[in-house]
């Protein structure tokens, strides 16, 4: 049984940083790709990073782009997302999935099973 936890989430102030872990179990972690999403109340949830199976190409939405950073560890079947220089507009919940394809695709549907999310609240 495929499962995705997220940890790490919490309260932060505005210019603070948080690391948040997703660990993977129920398949094989490599090859499959990474995705992080987040979603805001009464928003469609967002694209914000992708990593493929040998961490060897990452992607990112513009938003986040210089202040994000996703990685992996697949020795340890966790990939991870390095939150720098938070923002109140960051705060939302945050959620990791896994996709069996080639490629980083931004689009939620492409993601075959997701974690249960993880709340980021960044106050000002």
């Known amino acids: 049984q495929v499962q995705l936890v997220e940890s790490g989430g919490g309260l932060v102030q505005a210019g603070g940083s948080l690391r948040l872990s997703c660990a993977a179990s129920g398949f094989t972690f490599s090859p499959v790709n990474m995705g992080w999403f987040r979603q805001a109340p009464g928003k469609e949830r967002e694209f914000l990073a992708g990593i493929i199976s040998s961490g060897g190409s990452t992607s990112y939405t513009d938003s986040v782009k210089g202040r994000f950073t996703i990685s992996r560890d697949n020795a340890k079947n966790t990939v991870y997302l390095q939150m720098n220089t938070l923002k109140p507009e960051d705060t939302a919940v945050y959620y990791c999935?896994?996709?069996?394809?080639?490629?980083?695709?931004?689009?939620?549907?492409?993601?075959?099973?997701w974690g249960q999310g993880t709340q980021v609240t960044v106050s000002s």
């Open positions: 999935a896994i996709r069996f394809g080639s490629s980083i695709k931004r689009d939620a549907y492409a993601y075959d099973y």
